[in-house]
């Protein structure tokens, strides 16, 4: 508007001088036709050289058609063409009409100056309500990006004006109350400190637990609980933590089954976790609340170990290294991690002990016959591909009975355990040991060459059962076993004949006075009418 008013402005002084100088042509154009006319031109020169409005008059040799305004001498100079190759020159006196012409722009800018007030005092008046408002929404946007929903418009207009401050302010309401919620529940999930920008904390906060929940249905279907563990060292790593350890402890053996550990973390709890400050209290660890709080950290670093799935047969302990202030907030995120896949955690090892306790013998811990139909078809089946031979040890405490009746169920139980452990000891982890009956062991001897490797082994078992001794409580004794082998597939061409074969050589050795290995040959079948 105030610039439309000055284009008005310029164009009426433009107007003007065009105005003045048609004027100028049409008196130039009426004297040069009274010159033409009249019959003596200089007595008419001289006449109009005398007037108060022209000073001076002549001809120009020369075609030219113009008009000239000179301010400053206060002249207007007129060219007027009288013929193809003359013309006159016409001076007036400008005096009178640039006095005016000074009172017109003055007036005219006066009134301009007027208006321009006037239009800039109607604008202010009637839009600078609205520009506060532009203002205000300005400033609660600003507030809105570092998470405060409190700043609140205000106005005097009414109507739409108002209406829509209204609107903005029960919209602030309704985000404030909403994003109090959220903030409640992603805090409630993760400790995390406030930052200084709640709306980037808490999309921050969301990615992580949209990460967590994505890890957590991997998880579920691992495998086992060292994949696991495994996954949850791999996340510690994408937070740039250089120092820690991951340890996973069964707390029927109180020992350490899994262990990860990178960088430095001043620990040496490794073979005793029982001494560990957080496994034994099953709280959490935080050196920056109490300097010495675990006796067996030996470095002054500052420390952090989150104990984590610590109720059932599992415990995980994690012991970071605080490397920075800025470790906390990482801290908050793999605290997360932990108390969502605990669950899973314990599930899956708690699973496995089940499993493992179903297909062993809790006496001696040797696998029951359970395991036996379980896994010998799968032995087989490896042997055939691999074109080697499979070995039967049957296996029996000779006189066990008189052990019981002698000094008790107790002391036999004690007999059968330090047997199991000479055979365990005897054979290699590829081979597998079972306690078939009462006081009968059967062991499978996997991928040999001959009858002449179960024999070896057979005579291992029996000689160092022989020199072993059995503490009782007054003294201790020693026992003997009898031993009965077959080998598949030379002698026997399935699971059931093998341990069948191997249970007539059992017979024939105590048959044949006990303590000795009997081979199985054909002619035990004859002599058992089997």
Do not use: W
């Amino acid at each position: 508007m105030i610039i439309s008013t000055i284009i008005r402005t310029v164009m009426v002084g433009y107007s003007f001088f065009d105005y003045s100088k048609k004027i100028i042509q049409s008196e130039s154009e009426l004297i040069a036709d009274i010159i033409m006319e009249t019959t003596d031109k200089t007595k008419f020169l001289n006449l109009i050289k005398n007037s108060k409005t022209i000073n001076d008059i002549k001809f120009l040799k020369e075609y030219k058609n113009d008009v000239v305004f000179d301010i400053r001498n206060k002249t207007i100079t007129s060219f007027y063409p009288i013929d193809n190759d003359k013309s006159i020159k016409i001076i007036y006196n400008g005096e009178l009409y640039f006095s005016k012409l000074k009172n017109a722009t003055v007036n005219l800018l006066l009134i301009a100056s007027i208006s321009l007030i006037l239009i800039i005092l109607i604008v202010n008046y009637f839009l600078t309500p609205y520009l506060e408002i532009l203002d205000s929404v300005k400033k609660s946007t600003q507030h809105i990006l570092k998470g405060d929903f409190n700043y609140k418009l205000h106005t005097r207009l009414k109507g739409k004006a108002g209406d829509f401050i209204n609107s903005y302010n029960e919209f602030l309401d309704k985000l404030n109350e909403s994003f109090g919620v959220i903030e409640q529940k992603y805090t409630s999930l993760i400790e995390k400190n406030p930052g200084t920008n709640p709306l980037y904390d808490a999309k921050e906060t969301i990615s992580q637990l949209a990460d967590i929940f994505k890890f957590k249905r991997v998880i579920e279907e691992d495998i086992n609980e060292t994949v696991i563990l495994d996954r949850l060292a791999y996340v510690i790593d994408t937070f740039g933590i250089n120092n820690y350890m991951l340890t996973g402890i069964d707390n029927n053996t109180k020992k350490i089954f899994y262990i990860k550990q990178k960088g430095d973390i001043c620990c040496s709890i490794q073979d005793n976790p029982a001494l560990c400050r957080a496994y034994r209290t099953k709280h959490e660890i935080n050196s920056k609340n109490y300097k010495n709080l675990c006796e067996f950290h030996y470095c002054k670093n500052k420390y952090f170990c989150i104990p984590f799935s610590s109720e059932g047969n599992f415990t995980g302990i994690l012991k970071i290294m605080y490397e920075n202030e800025n470790m906390s907030d990482k801290i908050a995120y793999i605290k997360a991690y932990l108390k969502e896949t605990s669950a899973i955690i314990e599930s899956k090892y708690t699973l496995k002990l089940l499993k493992k306790q179903s297909i062993k013998d809790p006496l001696t811990g040797l696998y029951n016959r359970r395991f036996l139909e379980e896994t010998l078809p799968k032995i087989i089946s490896s042997a055939d591909r691999r074109h080697s031979k499979v070995g039967f040890l049957m296996i029996d405490i000779d006189y066990f009975k008189k052990i019981n009746d002698t000094y008790g169920h107790d002391i036999g139980d004690k007999v059968i355990q330090t047997i199991s452990s000479v055979i365990l000891n005897s054979i290699r982890e590829s081979d597998i040991a079972v306690r078939f009956g009462g006081e009968e062991f059967l062991v499978i001897l996997n991928n040999i060459n001959s009858i002449n490797d179960v024999l070896r082994v057979a005579e291992k078992i029996r000689k160092t059962i022989e020199k072993t001794k059995c503490p009782t409580v007054k003294k201790t004794i020693k026992k003997t076993v009898s031993i009965g082998a077959s080998l598949y597939s030379d002698n026997c061409q399935n699971v059931s004949e093998c341990i069948k074969n191997a249970d007539l050589a059992l017979y024939k050795a105590k048959n044949n006075g006990r303590n000795q290995v009997v081979i199985f040959d054909e002619k035990l079948k004859e002599e058992s009418n089997y």
